[in-house]
């Protein structure tokens, strides 16, 4: 098992530079996933990296609502999508380790993005209970790790704990010193 650990504010700043989309580019990576009018859920957003670019996905008629541990990154989060113009279409909240602030949005996405945050998660299965109760029915999740912090083992455990609280898997691969795996709520959850 992966150690749990939060990742610091400072290195917040280094995770929202502009250079990090040379390989990692969130609107590329999100294009199949997000479009206009939709609201979407960011899980771990520190200070937006992925999502300042899902609200210009999502256009004035969307919404992205955005969940972090640290109160910090997400009034950075929110300064920064106050000078993009993109503040409308946000909603930031801060959450804790066990409980993602979410309990009056049941049903409420098509789409929810988990990016370098599960392996920081001390109860994954009630991390996905969570998520699987504010998606949609045939939402979908998609879940980013660093290849670095999370062995093929560890990442496979995580896919066990999804597909547990009734996640299907749709697709699962290695990209870039990144794992993937992309999961559906089904239709009758």
């Not at 300064?79 to 909240?93: D, N, P, S, Y």
Request: aromatic share 6%; glycine share 10%; charged share 25%.
């Amino acid at each position: 098992m992966t150690e749990r650990h939060v990742c610091p504010v400072w290195q917040g700043y280094l995770l929202a530079s502009p250079l990090r989309r040379l390989v990692d580019n969130p609107a590329r990576n999100l294009a199949p996933y997000v479009g206009r009018g939709m609201k979407v859920l960011d899980i771990g957003c520190a200070m937006g990296f992925y999502t300042l670019p899902m609200a210009g996905m999502v256009g004035e008629g969307g919404r992205v609502v955005c969940v972090d541990l640290q109160e910090k990154m997400v009034r950075n989060l929110v300064g920064r999508a106050r000078k993009k113009g993109l503040h409308g279409m946000i909603e930031a909240r801060v959450c804790t380790g066990t409980d993602l602030n979410l309990s009056d949005m049941k049903d409420a996405f098509e789409f929810a993005l988990a990016a370098s945050v599960v392996h920081e998660v001390p109860d994954q299965e009630g991390f996905f209970r969570q998520v699987m109760e504010v998606l949609r029915p045939e939402g979908r999740l998609l879940v980013i790790e660093p290849a670095r912090h999370v062995p093929e083992d560890a990442f496979g455990l995580t896919v066990e704990n999804a597909s547990g609280k009734g996640f299907d898997l749709l697709k699962r691969h290695n990209r870039w010193l990144r794992r993937l795996a992309l999961f559906q709520k089904p239709r009758g959850r």
